[in-house]
């Protein structure tokens, strides 16, 4: 079990993101979380020189429209990375299973489909208590992470 913050990072080891465009999707269920999810990344982007008016952020109802979402700002071609935040909580029925097998997949196939890359920061906990944990409490904040990658493989290309 994790039990130490997982989001640390060395800013003087990531590429330079000045002229960087993000798209952010965010799914709306859970919405405290994803959007602690959404300032962490949001937060991590300007911290490391991307200019707040080239971060957009697209609202979609649930982790299963991420999908959606994430083509919709990936067919625009004006962003250098998008970023999929959402938050799937277990339930008592298999509806977790299938959000997050879709989501993961899709966002796989997305990252096949298009040059730009989706960054997965969706969060498929057992309860609220880990999403808490994983979106600004103690074991890190999720969309720092997948900030990092964003800009990280917005570099690559
Ligand atoms: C319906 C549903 C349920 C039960 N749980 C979640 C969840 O924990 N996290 C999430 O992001 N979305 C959930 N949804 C909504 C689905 O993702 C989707 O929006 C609906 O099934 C409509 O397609």
């Not at 997982?6 to 003087?12: G, H, I, R, T, V």
């Amino acid at each position: 079990m994790a039990t130490t913050n997982l989001s640390a990072y060395d800013k003087n080891a990531l590429p330079d993101a000045k002229d960087k465009r993000i798209g952010i999707v965010v799914a709306e269920w859970n919405a405290d979380i994803t959007e602690n999810l959404y300032r962490g990344a949001e937060k991590t982007l300007l911290e490391n020189g991307v200019a707040k008016e080239n971060i957009t952020k697209l609202y979609v109802p649930g982790s299963f429209e991420l999908i959606y979402g994430a083509k919709h700002l990936l067919n625009k071609n004006t962003f250098d990375a998008v970023i999929a935040i959402g938050c799937v909580i277990q339930g008592e029925t298999k509806h977790f299973d299938f959000v997050c097998e879709a989501v993961s997949q899709g966002i796989k196939d997305l990252n096949l489909q298009y040059t730009t890359p989706t960054i997965f920061c969706v969060l498929t906990d057992m309860n609220k208590s880990q999403s808490i944990a994983r979106s600004g409490g103690n074991l890190g904040n999720k969309g720092v992470e997948c900030a990092i990658a964003a800009i990280k493989m917005a570099s690559l290309l």
